[in-house]
């Protein structure tokens, strides 16, 4: 069973919207930090926003701040990512993770099955 599952991703137009959920199945993830990740074809898996396991602390990466926004709600096990703004580059499979600590770290505990987002130009 996967733990983690990833919806919301599609075709989207440049400078349009997507919000992309990831919902906890099978256990619950309230104390670990939560991430989004991305992989475009060829590329290495990059992290893109983390969020702590209360939600008070978050990051970005430089490519993405001020346009996408990570979030939680834990009463849902659930964590967010409303992307704006979305540019051909960000096109890629985005991974939903749950690192195995309360605050962002480089220990991925457990990985979606990733969800394809595509920007046109």
């Known amino acids: 069973q996967v733990p983690l599952v990833e919806s919301g991703g599609g075709l989207v137009q440049a400078g349009g919207s997507l919000r992309l959920s990831c919902a906890a199945s099978?256990?619950?993830?309230?104390?670990?930090?939560m991430g989004w990740f991305r992989q475009a074809p060829g590329k290495e898996r990059d992290i893109v926003a983390a969020?702590?396991?209360?939600?008070?602390?978050?990051y970005y990466a430089d490519s993405v701040k001020a346009r996408f926004t990570i979030s939680r709600d834990n009463a849902k096990n659930t964590v967010y990512l409303q992307m704006n703004s979305l540019k051909p580059e960000d096109t890629a499979v985005y991974y939903c993770?749950?690192?195995?600590?309360?605050?962002?770290?480089?220990?991925?505990?457990?990985w979606g099955q990733g969800t394809q987002v595509t920007v046109s130009s």
């Open positions: 969020i702590s396991w209360s939600g008070a602390s978050t």
């Open positions: 993770a749950a690192f195995s600590t309360p605050y962002r770290s480089d220990y991925v505990a457990y």
């Open positions: 099978g256990r619950t993830f309230t104390s670990n930090a």
